[in-house]
């Protein structure tokens, strides 16, 4: 593939139809769903590390918020470009919102892996516990958190490395 046509595709890329982005949005939204429901259910069941579940419920609901936001119409230019300051403050706004979630990922990791390995069993005496399902579905998720981060980067990567080369093939 020629690089000009290569860079021609990735500023526009082809249209997915509405039905195919519509079941992607309502699939990334199992998540914050269930963080949302684990974090309210379990909400006082982790006295070893209070924090956790409202850690999980605040997850779920900027994550949810973040995706709904994704779908409104406003970051959406017009070709005369008039929604421009519209789309700037919608642009900056999301940007802030995930801002939010990277830091509060970096601040539920704290509490999730400082008591790693928790105390699941609360029969014992005085001893603070965290259940079993909020903690686990705390770990993984956040685990997954990272994960998707590190692709993240990682595809970033390559395509600036790709760039870098189609920009020298170029000249």
């Given at each position: 593939?020629?690089?000009?046509?290569?860079?021609?595709?990735?500023?526009?890329?082809?249209?997915?139809?509405?039905?195919?982005?519509?079941?992607?949005?309502?699939?990334?939204?199992?998540?914050p769903?269930?963080?949302?429901?684990?974090?309210?259910?379990?909400?006082?069941?982790?006295?070893?590390?209070?924090?956790?579940?409202?850690?999980?419920?605040v997850?779920?609901?900027?994550?949810?918020?973040?995706?709904?936001?994704?779908?409104?119409p406003?970051?959406?230019?017009?070709?005369?470009?008039?929604?421009?300051?519209?789309?700037?403050?919608?642009?900056?706004?999301?940007?802030?919102?995930?801002?939010?979630?990277?830091?509060?990922l970096?601040?539920?990791?704290?509490?999730?892996?400082?008591?790693?390995?928790?105390?699941?069993?609360?029969?014992?005496?005085?001893?603070?516990?965290?259940?079993?399902?909020?903690?686990?579905?705390?770990?993984?998720?956040?685990?997954?958190?990272?994960?998707?981060?590190?692709?993240?980067?990682?595809?970033?990567?390559?395509?600036?490395?790709?760039?870098?080369?189609?920009?020298?093939?170029?000249d």
């Amino acid at each position: 593939m020629d690089p000009k046509q290569m860079w021609n595709y990735v500023k526009s890329p082809p249209k997915a139809s509405t039905a195919c982005l519509v079941i992607s949005k309502l699939l990334l939204l199992g998540i914050p769903i269930a963080q949302i429901a684990i974090g309210a259910v379990y909400l006082k069941d982790c006295p070893q590390q209070h924090y956790i579940p409202v850690y999980v419920l605040v997850c779920g609901v900027f994550s949810m918020f973040l995706a709904l936001l994704s779908c409104l119409p406003c970051s959406r230019e017009t070709e005369e470009g008039d929604r421009f300051w519209l789309s700037l403050i919608c642009n900056v706004w999301n940007a802030l919102v995930a801002l939010f979630l990277f830091c509060w990922l970096i601040s539920g990791s704290v509490w999730i892996y400082s008591i790693y390995p928790p105390n699941y069993n609360q029969t014992m005496g005085g001893d603070p516990y965290c259940n079993k399902t909020l903690y686990l579905f705390a770990f993984w998720t956040t685990t997954l958190g990272y994960i998707l981060l590190a692709v993240a980067l990682l595809l970033g990567c390559c395509f600036l490395i790709c760039a870098c080369i189609c920009a020298i093939a170029k000249d």
